[in-house]
């Protein structure tokens, strides 16, 4: 048994074995060709393509016919786009990369770990965190991977309002002034939703309520003038 598989390139060590007071001679073509070695074992040169030899046993009885040994070279695929990106804080950030050829697979770490494919999103970010990818391709049990390529996500930070009417209580049916201090480089928006899609009043540190009678939350967003990142609700 010996290697027929390798990534890109390389020489291989490859045999024969016949019955005893023969002789094997190694060609380069199925017929005809010229005699590379003669003997069981025969060392390649450096092979850069699939290449096939053929072993020959002669003794004084005759010749066998030529039985083939195929070589393989397996290509190791290539990292051909791995994007690094800046993002908002408190974001989730989803990571793509494309390969030559092959499969994708995802680390943390820059050696060694353990791939997991929900390393491809980062939620809540909350610091510039850097992610690991290489492709990778099996072929006849032999595995030929990329090196791997660093995916930074860059975190800008967003601004947060840190002082703020509190918990206003109406007795009845009122409408109250609401207000937050607003941090330097910023609007401040007003919404009906934590999820900031049902906007009340833009651009104004300040938001009259309507006449409400019942427990109801506000949320005021902060959003930078300089990276368009808007604070936690």
Not at 26 to 49: C, H, M, R
């Amino acid at each position: 048994s010996f290697v027929t598989t390798k990534c890109d390139t390389g020489s291989f060590k490859i045999s024969a074995t016949t019955s005893l007071e023969a002789e094997i001679k190694w060609y380069d073509a199925a017929t005809g060709g010229n005699v590379l070695k003669t003997g069981d074992n025969f060392v390649t040169p450096i092979l850069t393509s699939n290449t096939t030899y053929y072993a020959e046993a002669s003794n004084c009885n005759g010749t066998s016919s030529r039985v083939a040994v195929a070589l393989t070279l397996v290509a190791t695929p290539s990292i051909t786009s791995a994007p690094s990106v800046t993002a908002c804080q408190y974001t989730t950030v989803n990571l793509t990369a494309q390969s030559s050829a092959g499969t994708l697979y995802w680390y943390d770490v820059a050696t060694g770990g353990v791939s997991n494919s929900a390393y491809t999103s980062i939620n809540n970010l909350n610091a510039t965190t850097t992610r690991y990818v290489l492709a990778s391709t099996t072929q006849n049990g032999v595995t030929c991977e990329s090196p791997r390529t660093s995916v930074t996500v860059t975190m800008a930070p967003s601004s947060a309002i840190t002082n703020a009417i509190s918990n206003p209580i109406v007795y009845g049916t009122s409408s109250l002034q609401l207000y937050v201090t607003q941090p330097s480089n910023t609007f401040i928006n007003w919404y009906s939703d934590v999820a900031g899609t049902q906007l009340l009043l833009g651009g104004n540190n300040y938001f009259t309520t309507p006449s409400i009678s019942q427990t109801t939350t506000y949320y005021a967003v902060a959003t930078s003038l300089v990276n368009g990142c808007p604070s936690s609700p």
